[in-house]
């Protein structure tokens, strides 16, 4: 049943293989004495590759080290990944990922400064130098890859977007929202899956257009639209906030993937890997068993060679990344592993209750989509 009619707007190359330049064709009156070409004629002309020895330190590294302090990019305010509690302090999923990088590179979890960013700051902050790596639950897509001059580090949540909406409309699917307003943040990557979304099935909708997550949580609570599409995470997040949160139901459709991760400056690859390598820490921590509780023990007890070169007790690897060898034992001990966090923030302690679903490790029953890089 339509809940409300209201406009809506409607709106091989194949590339030849050039073989003539490694060829001389004695009929076309080439020189038929010439057999071979220099293998490195085609490079002539290339800028070489810049080569970052281990243990190198980067530009970014080396500012960081000389500020004594990370500068980390963060939701303004998002129940779970970014917020102040009222005491002022920041808590959250994202905001323990940067806690975690200030502890490999400081061996102090509070060597941060949270810098709170829009949708709109975040790549503007993270090129101007303003902040040193963004987690703020930004999907990786190809046109940000490409366009943005920035580079994801990682993956440190699968989401999807989904639709929020209030239990008296009585509906189950997304599919019923047809003639429905929906409030979606302007500028998003959920702007455009929600337009995809209904020209693929041929539904009209009352797009709301809001500059923030956080004025679409009002207007949505004001009821000036219907339905609130967002992550499904975001949407978690926003049902706390409202009066009466068991009022409103998450729909069972999930629009699109969202794998939200760190970005980071594209000219220090260096950088990268560290913010990379410090994400994958604390993933392989939790399928080792090793715990903020349990890492010191482990480091001193663990026979599993895996643990054991996690944590620093043999080979270099953080020395690799110009870091401590201890790097890693540092991240874990100051906020505990992958699964320690997410359950803190957005799992069973916490007021969103998220199941693991997609972020459960690989190996878990069920599986999710995590999975470690290994350290070796």
């Known amino acids: 049943m339509t809940i409300r009619t209201s406009p809506w707007f409607r709106h091989l190359c194949v590339a030849g293989t050039a073989l003539a330049a490694a060829l001389t064709l004695a009929a076309c009156g080439g020189d038929d004495r010439k057999t071979a070409v220099d293998p490195n004629e085609d490079l002539e002309g290339l800028d070489p590759v810049e080569a970052t020895a281990p243990g190198t330190i980067g530009p970014t590294l080396a500012a960081v080290r000389r500020r004594g302090r990370l500068n980390c990019g963060v939701h303004e305010g998002l129940v779970g990944f970014a917020y102040t509690d009222n005491r002022g302090q920041w808590r959250g999923f994202d ?177 990268t890997r560290v913010v990379r390598w410090t994400l994958n820490a604390l993933i392989l921590a939790e399928e080792y068993g090793v715990t903020r509780q349990t890492v010191a023990d482990q480091a001193r007890e663990a026979r599993d060679p895996r643990i054991r070169r996690l944590l620093g007790v043999e080979g270099q690897f953080g020395t690799r990344l110009g870091l401590s060898d201890r790097w890693a034992y540092q991240a874990i001990s100051a906020v505990g592993n992958y699964g320690e966090i997410f359950a803190r923030n957005l799992g069973s302690d916490s007021a969103l209750d998220l199941a693991r679903g997609l972020n459960a490790q690989w190996n878990a029953t069920p599986g999710g989509l995590i999975y470690g890089l290994p350290i070796r």
């Open 95 to 271: 905001v323990d990922f940067c806690r975690a990088m200030a502890a490999a590179i400081f061996n102090d979890p509070n060597a941060v400064r949270f810098v709170p960013l829009s949708t709109a700051q975040r790549f503007e902050a993270l090129r101007e130098g303003r902040v040193d790596v963004v987690w703020r639950n930004t999907s990786w897509t190809m046109d940000r890859d490409v366009t943005e001059d920035v580079s994801f580090a990682g993956i440190n949540y699968y989401d999807g977007q989904g639709f929020m909406v209030r239990r008296s409309l009585n509906l189950g699917s997304a599919s019923e929202l047809n003639g429905a307003r929906i409030c979606v943040q302007n500028n998003s990557t959920s702007q455009l899956n929600l337009a995809d979304y209904f020209r693929l099935r041929g539904l009209e909708y009352e797009p709301v257009v809001v500059s923030s997550e956080e004025e679409a949580r009002r207007a949505y609570a004001a009821e000036r639209c219907d339905a609130f599409t967002a992550d499904v995470s975001a949407l978690a997040a926003a049902r706390t906030t409202l009066a009466s949160p068991e009022q409103h139901a998450i729909l069972p459709d999930v629009i699109s993937k969202e794998p939200l991760g760190p970005i980071v400056r594209r000219d220090d690859p260096h950088w």
